[in-house]
């Protein structure tokens, strides 16, 4: 275990068990064996051969566990509390979860871990049993906090079709630890931005779903409307790393990208040169300053209009209004009626 993939590295792709034509399609670009493959980002092997390939990669370099397992996983850490007489009222409830959730952060704290995936059990007499999960940014054993994200979803325990006759029973399973330094508190009141940054995170993604909050994340392309993805906040984390801007020389990108890029009309003096003028918007634009080209090619797993090599030129018109636009295509050699697009607009 956990020496799957070295082990695997020098045997040739079609041991994936996938198609002979995308095992030949690799071997021509020169990916002929799993470590080959293994040493691609993801995405990029997705994008060009499909999930399947992916899929495969992952389990036979054992970093996707394939096992059938029948039964739910043991909690790291569960507490779990009995009433005498059952209780309805949802303001008890969540007093009684206050309380479990403080035994389950002195367990959580004696080991110096901290829970990511909460999840409270809430049973009714009458067998039935309701489930709420919270999941953090951070390694977490707040059980303020906590109550407060388990707050925003009790109304899920709730069924007004069948009331039912209370709970008798509430059991906290904390399904996912990390480890969790004491932090000492600054004098100064500094690094507290990252902490309140990730609870706001946490508050809305309790309130509105996982998938509903989401922040930008970097991507390794070189075309600007695929260089970021969107990934869920509370996933990516509040101390998120952008690349650092060099700013000796000013923007190269405009702070406004168009997706999709918004096509126009051009005159160009030369059929490879920049557009003297353009119509966009019911507005025509008189150039009087154009800086460029700068060429960026698309991957080499592409194809189709998409493939085209992009030719992109920052123009200033009369009225000072600055555009970044590009050609599509090469004008003689990829194609003979090169598309004109608008993809972004400086401050």
């Not at 951070?138 to 709970?167: N, Q, V, W, Y």
């Not at 920049?274 to 460029?292: D, K, N, V």
Request: glycine share 10%; charged share 30%; with cysteine.
């Amino acid at each position: 275990p956990g020496g799957e993939a070295v082990a695997v590295a020098p045997l040739p792709v079609i041991a994936l068990g996938i198609d002979p034509a995308v095992a030949l399609a690799l071997t021509r670009a020169g990916l002929k064996t799993i470590g080959d493959l293994a040493a691609r980002p993801g995405d990029i092997l997705v994008a060009r051969f499909g999930a399947l390939l992916a899929t495969r990669l992952r389990r036979v370099t054992g970093r996707e566990d394939t096992r059938l397992t029948p039964r739910r996983a043991v909690a790291a850490c569960m507490v779990e509390r009995r009433f005498a007489e059952p209780v309805g009222r949802r303001e008890d409830l969540l007093g009684a979860l206050g309380l479990i959730l403080g035994t389950a952060g002195a367990t959580l704290e004696e080991r110096g871990e901290g829970g990511r995936l909460f999840e409270a059990s809430f049973f009714r007499t009458d067998g039935v049993v309701r489930r709420i999960g919270v999941e953090t940014g951070e390694a977490t054993r707040d059980a303020a906090a906590l109550i407060r994200l388990f707050a925003e979803k009790m109304h899920l325990i709730d069924d007004p079709s069948d009331p039912g006759f209370g709970f008798d029973l509430i059991r906290l399973a904390v399904l996912r630890t990390e480890a969790q330094m004491q932090r000492q508190a600054r004098l100064d009141g500094r690094g507290e931005a990252d902490r309140e940054t990730v609870a706001l995170i946490d508050r809305l993604v309790a309130r509105f779903g996982r998938d509903s909050v989401v922040r930008l994340v970097d991507r390794h392309s070189h075309i600007p409307e695929r260089a970021e993805a969107m990934r869920p906040a509370i996933a990516v984390g509040a101390t998120l790393a952008w690349p650092a801007m060099r700013a000796t020389r000013p923007l190269t990108r405009p702070l406004q990208l168009f997706d999709p890029p918004q096509p126009i009309e051009t005159l160009a003096e030369v059929p490879d040169g920049p557009p003297a003028t353009f119509h966009w918007r019911r507005t025509t634009h008189q150039i009087a300053r154009a800086e460029g080209p700068e060429r960026i090619a698309t991957e080499w797993w592409r194809d189709g209009e998409s493939a085209l090599t992009r030719d992109y030129y920052c123009l200033e018109d009369r009225e000072g209004r600055r555009f970044w636009v590009f050609r599509q295509g090469l004008y003689g050699a990829e194609t003979t009626a090169p598309r004109w697009f608008v993809h972004g607009l400086f401050a």
